[in-house]
């Protein structure tokens, strides 16, 4: 496919010039190429970094290393979502960016969407302090609505610090990643965000969600089921999802239970809940447990990285 077929621009945005794309991917669908030419028309630069590489997932990405504002990295074997973003983020050091921007496979942004988020960052009265700008989150599959406090009803109309949030289609500073560094390696994939989050935020930094600004993100794979008088919305993750937010979860209830008491408090209580659903109502419910059960365990034992049972 040509670079014109694709429908990609070759022209440098003028909001987006200072911003640097980073977008990983493993297994990506035929989708992926209309998510990065998105990307491409509002930005100066696009790093694609596909984990676990294979002759069909090189067929969809290998005509971006035709455009000049692409670099795509094969990686092998899958090295988790944080050591991904880490290989590009250190690539985009070198180049003068002052925003880099951090997606997974699953998001498409609307039109001026970098423009919204760099509007509010420049209206915003601590704008030195702010280390992320974070849109609102809006679920492919079942359209709710999401911020990091939790689905919303109506869209609220004041930016907001918060104190964690996703981290696809966020802008970091680069000013902040010098200072913090990047995402924690040995989590893998759950909870990289959140981690790196905290960490700015312990070191003074605001992570500023943007209400005007959504995305469109696939935010894992939410049902929606009838029980008894309820609708409760699950999402069945595989085992060894189950088991990196079990690890993970723990390490950061850890790690930062003095600096923010309330947000481990309150996490700890979704994932109380989730847990009940996952016991209710997902399948194969004793393989999951056992993933949890171990993922806490090797938490206490200072196991960290891939889990071994996930590698073939």
């Known amino acids: 496919m040509s670079i014109r077929a694709a429908g990609i621009s070759t022209t440098k945005p003028f909001a987006g010039g200072q911003i640097c794309a980073i977008m990983v991917t ?13 990307i491409l028309r509002q930005v100066a630069r696009v790093i694609v970094v596909d984990n676990e590489s294979t002759a069909e997932s090189r067929a969809l990405l290998v005509f971006y290393s035709e455009h000049p504002a692409v670099e795509l990295i094969n990686n092998p074997r899958n090295l988790g979502i ?5 290989q590009a983020i250190a690539r985009a050091l070198t180049t003068g960016y002052e925003w880099l921007a951090t997606f997974d496979q699953d998001s498409r942004i609307p039109d001026e969407y970098f423009s919204g988020l760099l509007a509010a960052h420049a209206a915003f009265p601590e704008r030195d302090r702010v280390a992320v700008l974070a849109p609102l989150y809006r679920d492919r599959h079942l359209g709710f609505i999401y911020s990091s406090t939790g689905p919303i009803r109506e869209v609220p ?15 970091v500073s680069v ?21 790196f989050y905290l960490r700015c935020r ?10 005007g600004v959504i995305l469109d993100h ?4 939410y049902q929606q089921i009838r029980w008894l008088w309820r609708n409760p ?7 060894p999802r189950r088991y990196y937010q079990a690890r993970n979860l723990l390490i950061l209830y850890a790690n930062f239970g003095f600096f923010d008491p309330q947000w ?10 989730d847990l009940i659903k996952l016991l209710l109502f997902c399948t194969d419910r004793r393989e999951k447990m056992r993933a949890v059960f171990t993922g806490w365990a090797h938490a206490v034992v200072g196991r960290r990285g891939r889990w071994s049972e996930e590698i073939p």
């Open 157 to 171: 109309i004041r930016d907001v610090p918060v104190r964690v949030t996703a981290a696809s289609g966020n802008l």
């Open 233 to 239: 919305r699950i999402n069945d993750y595989p085992a």
């Open 202 to 211: 312990q070191a003074g930094w605001l992570v500023l969600e943007v209400r």
């Open 175 to 195: 000013a902040a990643l010098k200072v913090v560094g990047g995402f924690r390696d040995d989590f893998f994939i759950d909870c990289v965000d959140f981690e």
């Open 264 to 273: 481990v408090v309150r996490n700890a209580w979704f994932y109380g809940r």
């Open 26 to 38: 493993y297994r990506p669908k035929l989708e992926v190429q209309g998510h990065i030419a998105a």
């Open 218 to 221: 696939a935010m894992g794979h």
């Open 82 to 86: 944080a050591t991904a973003f880490n």
